[in-house]
């Protein structure tokens, strides 16, 4: 593991307002570095209230699946000034997440975090999960979606939604491909279910041939 550290003092008798305390630490290893950056101004002052102070991290890894950090973070507490902003990322083999954090003022948060699953199998399955809360609302809004082969070329289809005001809906239903080595053949059924809407079917049948192109479509509200 190879290591770096720094320290940057700057400072002005005339011009206070310049002195800053700058420190920086990097390592770096067998596939992966961790860099850390803290920015303080006016460094005599004890009280941290009165500093501006900038954090950032970036942190990355390839061992063992992938992996990726970053975050930035602005605060000036007598001012109210309270920033930060975060990403983390993860992937293996047939998963990948991800999740976010914007903060733009204390107590004043944004959260985002999304994954979605590919496990290896005979059969196709794939579920993906989508979440952001935002602060003043009655839930967070939610999208789950999953899609899963329950024979071969039959696949069963599941998504709920839910906004923030707490209404949601949920589409469940079944994807078919029939498809022949002359002619593409795809049906689907979906049944939409909300309490801002009556229930609604669809059915559609898709048809390509070589010649010809048919398709069928029926809406029930």
């Known amino acids: 593991i ?3 550290f720094g320290r940057i003092q700057l400072h002005s008798s005339t011009y206070s307002q310049i002195n800053t305390l700058i420190h920086l630490n990097i390592q770096k290893g067998y596939r992966h570095l961790d860099c850390k950056l803290v920015l303080k101004t ?14 950032s991290e970036l942190y ?10 970053f975050l930035v973070e602005i605060k ?20 990948v ?13 944004i959260t985002v975090m999304f994954n979605l699953a590919m496990p290896k199998g005979d059969l196709f399955l794939i579920e993906s999960n989508f979440r952001v809360k935002i602060p003043n609302t009655v839930d967070a809004m939610v999208i789950h979606a999953r899609a899963h082969e329950k024979d071969r070329h039959i696949y069963d289809l599941d998504v709920l939604a839910v906004w923030f005001s707490g209404h949601n809906i949920t589409i469940r239903g079944s994807y078919e491909d029939k498809s022949t080595l002359l002619d593409s053949i795809h049906i689907m059924k ?8 009556q229930d609604v079917l669809f059915a559609g049948r898709l048809h390509v041939g070589n010649k010809d192109y048919k398709t069928d479509i029926l809406v029930d509200y």
Request: charged letters at 30%; hydrophobic letters at 30%; a positive charge.
């Open 97 to 109: 997440s991800l999740s976010s954090m914007i903060r733009y003022s204390t107590d004043k948060e």
């Open 2 to 4: 190879s290591r770096l």
């Open 60 to 69: 990355y890894k390839t061992h063992n699946g992938s992996r990726a950090d």
């Open 42 to 55: 006016n460094p005599l002052i004890r009280d941290d209230s009165h500093k501006l102070i900038i954090k």
């Open 190 to 197: 979906i049944m939409g279910k909300s309490q801002l809407f």
């Open 76 to 95: 000036k507490a007598d001012d109210d000034i309270d920033l930060k902003f975060s990403v983390m990322t993860h992937q293996t083999s047939g998963a």
